[in-house]
């Protein structure tokens, strides 16, 4: 299939020097709400890059749960392929894609381990099959049908038929700590606008790259 004739003009929004605020949080949680009120499909969902310890990239798209001038906070299997390879190497990448608003951010840094007590006040407030599928999942590990994901379903309803469903201790929440942000704002004939803002002590540093 040929589709090198693919083009779309980017023409909604422009992003100028004067536009930005001096904090890369504030400045997200601006775009994150324009995006909400644009009705973006799944606005919180975000791509994280990874890499293992054979140097090996991997990607994949998680949902945003929490985020604050702290960080960026995702939940998942502490036994998942991603999580191995945090272990590893806690350098990671994220991409919040809003195609609807021509926009891009890219954020890049470390990630860490939320407390256990984060990770439970998020859990009991996600709906009863979410947390009983926490107990159920080997996220990443190779399964022989649906039919075992069911069985556990069935199992895991009977074990916590009554009382409250405890938090599983190998699954929780990660934290990005950001060291860079970039903001992308597609314009025409490809002149997009980029703005970088980058970690240089307790300070942020905007630049505009070219696109």
């Known amino acids: 299939m040929d589709i090198t004739n693919f083009r779309k003009e980017y023409t909604k929004f422009g992003l100028n020097r004067e536009d930005l605020n001096s904090s890369p949080f504030e400045q997200f949680n601006g775009w994150f709400e324009q995006a909400q009120n644009a009705q973006i499909n799944e606005p919180n969902a975000m791509s994280i890059a990874t890499v293992n310890d054979k140097g090996e990239p991997s990607i994949r798209t998680v949902l945003l749960k929490i985020f604050d001038d702290k960080g960026f906070v995702f939940f998942t299997n502490y036994n998942s392929a991603k999580a191995q390879d945090i272990e590893q190497n806690n350098s990671v990448a994220l991409l919040f894609a809003w195609l609807g608003l021509e926009r891009q951010i890219r954020i890049s840094g470390t990630v860490e381990k939320i407390t256990q007590a984060e990770s439970f006040a998020y859990f009991t407030s996600r709906p009863k099959g979410s947390q009983l599928g926490a107990w159920i999942s080997p996220q990443s590990k190779i399964i022989e049908s649906r039919d075992f994901l069911k069985q556990k379903l069935a199992e895991m309803k009977s074990k916590f038929s009554s009382g409250k469903i405890p938090l ?12 860079k942000f970039e903001f992308w704002q597609g314009r025409s004939s490809r002149l997009h606008d980029r703005f970088v803002y980058q970690k240089e002590g307790r300070n942020w540093m905007i630049h505009r790259l070219a696109p």
């Open 168 to 179: 599983p201790s190998a699954w929780g929440g990660y934290r990005v700590i950001p060291e």
